[in-house]
């Protein structure tokens, strides 16, 4: 067996569970690009600061280069004993250069290297998913911009509401996502601070210069707390819970249209493209990518409830606990990319049900609101307009007819105050014309929020 890089004062070596139990290897090779950038830095600084010499340094570069190309071919060797991926590296740079390998851990710890990797991989992993988001705002302002005109009943309660503008709903969507990705830019920003240099916890007598290292690195500047440097994981907290409001988001996104893609609503059908079959019912075809994102906007949560509890009962600094940060956010960054993708395809490959739609609008007295508004502007107070509308909606079910066909006399019969003018009131298309507030679904409102978000994304 070979010996381990801190195996000094030991005489055993572990025994082959122990070594299995305890390796990160398996997963946190991932971070290799990043681990490699930072020993770029490292070396550099050290060399810059008379640590190591120029010809170390360079012996350092070059192996670390090859070392790289080696993994990108796929030709380097993940060995467990070496338990993780700075080890891995390290070891494998000793066996490529010799003696100057050795030079590489000065002045670092695997405590704030394991966490400067991560920041960077954090980083690069917002914005990848920063670009998801826009991807998908773009194809529902796209999927808007295809269905001017189109209303849709408005739910409360899942019951019907008022009337709203199709347009109205898919940019309330693009609003949630505009905060989600406001809240990644933000978790980004507080990230990108620089823990290495702290090195174990306390930070070294040697005389490095992390200011150096931050700046190469990209990070705004050096984390100015040693202890806090590698004690803190509330950028992956901060990062997860990102990722779980965006996830939940996607999954009410994906619950509306499972449900609108239904017989029962019969609003939207997806392309076959997008759809999936059933194994015994030959005339299945569901909506399952919707139903996925729903199902796995669980895991999403799932990540962030783990590293919660992973973290709530620690005492500062490093413990081993931590390892266990990385898998959680390797899942929610890959599961998020897929929900982000799939809900963006489906939003390209789904066509709504116009005159579906439109048969269904006179049903549920979408427009007994706006009603009640055309009783407000004739001066009566709003409690008893509601209470007028109100009964002329129990006349038109005891009818069973909507409010549009009762005759001046029948609405007269409740309250002698209706006009020959109410029927510009009545109807769903009539109702949706009356909204004017800013942000509502009056159609001028909402050509405005669409111009904004077209100017905003770019679409032409
Ligand atoms: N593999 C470890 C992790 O991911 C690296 C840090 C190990 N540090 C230590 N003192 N054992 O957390």
Same mark, same amino acid.
């Given at each position: 067996?070979?010996?381990?890089?801190?195996?000094?004062?030991?005489?055993?070596? +572990?025994?082959?569970?122990?070594?299995?139990?305890?390796?990160?290897?398996?997963?946190?090779?991932?971070?290799?690009?990043? #681990?490699? &950038?930072?020993?770029?830095?490292?070396?550099?600084?050290?060399?810059?600061?008379?640590?190591?010499? +120029?010809?170390?340094?360079?012996?350092?570069?070059?192996?670390?280069?090859?070392?790289?190309?080696?993994?990108?071919?796929?030709?380097?060797?993940? =060995?467990?004993?070496?338990?993780?991926?700075? &080890?891995?590296?390290?070891?494998?740079?000793?066996?490529?250069?010799?003696?100057?390998?050795?030079?590489?851990?000065?002045?670092?710890?695997?405590?704030?290297?394991?966490?400067?990797?991560?920041?960077?991989?954090?980083?690069? %992993?917002?914005?990848?998913?920063? $670009?998801?988001?826009?991807?998908?705002?773009?194809?529902?302002?796209?999927?808007?911009?295809?269905?001017?005109?189109?209303?849709?009943?408005?739910?409360?309660?899942?019951?019907? $509401?008022?009337?709203?503008?199709?347009?109205?709903?898919?940019?309330?969507?693009?609003?949630?996502?505009?905060?989600?990705?406001?809240?990644?830019?933000?978790?980004?920003?507080?990230?990108?601070?620089?823990?290495?240099?702290?090195?174990?916890?306390?930070?070294?007598?040697?005389?490095? #210069? =992390?200011? &150096?290292?931050?700046?190469?690195?990209?990070?705004?500047?050096?984390?100015?707390?040693?202890? #806090?440097?590698?004690?803190?994981?509330?950028?992956?907290?901060?990062?997860?819970?990102?990722?779980?409001?965006? $996830?939940?988001?996607?999954?009410?996104?994906?619950?509306?249209?499972?449900?609108?893609?239904?017989?029962?609503?019969?609003?939207?059908?997806?392309?076959?493209?997008?759809?999936?079959?059933?194994?015994? &019912?030959?005339?299945?075809?569901?909506?399952?990518?919707?139903?996925?994102?729903?199902?796995?906007?669980? =895991? +999403?949560?799932?990540?962030?409830?783990?590293?919660?509890?992973?973290?709530?009962?620690?005492?500062?600094?490093?413990?081993?606990?931590?390892?266990?940060?990385?898998?959680?956010?390797? #899942?929610?960054?890959?599961?998020?990319?897929?929900?982000?993708?799939?809900?963006?395809?489906?939003?390209?490959?789904?066509?709504?049900?116009?005159?579906?739609?439109?048969?269904?609008?006179? %049903?549920?007295?979408?427009?007994?609101?706006?009603?009640?508004?055309?009783?407000?502007?004739?001066?009566?107070?709003? =409690?008893?307009?509601?209470?007028? +509308?109100?009964?002329?909606?129990?006349?038109?079910?005891?009818?069973?007819?909507?409010?549009?066909?009762?005759?001046?006399?029948?609405?007269?019969?409740?309250?002698?105050?209706?006009?020959?003018?109410?029927?510009?009131?009545?109807?769903?298309?009539?109702?949706?014309?009356?909204?004017?507030?800013?942000?509502?679904?009056?159609?001028?409102?909402?050509?405005?929020?669409?111009?904004?978000?077209?100017?905003?994304?770019?679409?032409?």
């Amino acid at each position: 067996k070979e010996a381990k890089l801190w195996g000094g004062r030991f005489e055993e070596s +572990v025994t082959d569970a122990v070594e299995r139990f305890t390796e990160s290897i398996s997963f946190d090779k991932a971070l290799y690009k990043q #681990d490699i &950038m930072g020993s770029r830095a490292h070396a550099s600084m050290l060399a810059h600061q008379g640590l190591i010499s +120029v010809s170390d340094r360079d012996s350092i570069l070059q192996g670390l280069d090859k070392i790289e190309r080696c993994i990108e071919d796929g030709e380097f060797v993940w =060995r467990t004993d070496r338990e993780d991926v700075h &080890m891995n590296i390290e070891a494998a740079l000793t066996d490529l250069i010799g003696e100057p390998a050795k030079k590489l851990h000065t002045a670092r710890s695997r405590n704030d290297q394991v966490l400067t990797d991560f920041r960077l991989w954090c980083r690069d %992993a917002i914005d990848n998913i920063v $670009a998801h988001i826009e991807h998908l705002q773009v194809a529902l302002v796209t999927l808007a911009m295809k269905n001017e005109n189109l209303i849709v009943p408005g739910y409360t309660h899942l019951q019907r $509401a008022q009337p709203i503008l199709l347009q109205h709903l898919l940019l309330a969507y693009v609003e949630q996502l505009d905060r989600d990705a406001g809240r990644l830019l933000d978790c980004r920003h507080r990230l990108n601070f620089c823990p290495l240099g702290a090195c174990a916890l306390a930070g070294t007598g040697l005389p490095i #210069d =992390r200011f &150096m290292t931050s700046h190469d690195l990209g990070f705004n500047a050096p984390m100015r707390n040693s202890i #806090d440097a590698v004690s803190d994981r509330d950028f992956v907290l901060e990062f997860l819970s990102a990722n779980s409001i965006t $996830a939940i988001h996607l999954s009410r996104l994906g619950e509306e249209w499972v449900l609108w893609a239904s017989e029962e609503f019969g609003f939207l059908t997806p392309s076959d493209s997008v759809s999936t079959g059933s194994s015994i &019912m030959p005339q299945k075809k569901n909506p399952d990518p919707m139903e996925l994102v729903r199902g796995k906007s669980a =895991r +999403v949560v799932g990540d962030l409830v783990t590293l919660l509890v992973l973290c709530k009962g620690l005492p500062h600094a490093y413990n081993r606990d931590l390892q266990e940060d990385k898998e959680p956010v390797f #899942d929610s960054t890959k599961t998020i990319i897929g929900m982000l993708e799939v809900c963006a395809e489906f939003a390209q490959n789904i066509t709504f049900n116009c005159e579906k739609i439109k048969k269904s609008l006179p %049903a549920g007295h979408l427009d007994a609101t706006t009603l009640a508004d055309y009783l407000v502007k004739k001066g009566i107070p709003f =409690r008893t307009s509601h209470d007028i +509308v109100g009964k002329s909606v129990a006349l038109c079910v005891s009818k069973n007819c909507q409010l549009q066909d009762l005759s001046l006399d029948e609405l007269r019969s409740v309250n002698p105050v209706f006009d020959e003018d109410v029927y510009e009131f009545l109807g769903a298309e009539n109702a949706v014309k009356k909204f004017c507030s800013y942000g509502s679904t009056g159609s001028e409102c909402v050509a405005e929020q669409l111009d904004f978000w077209v100017t905003k994304l770019q679409i032409n």
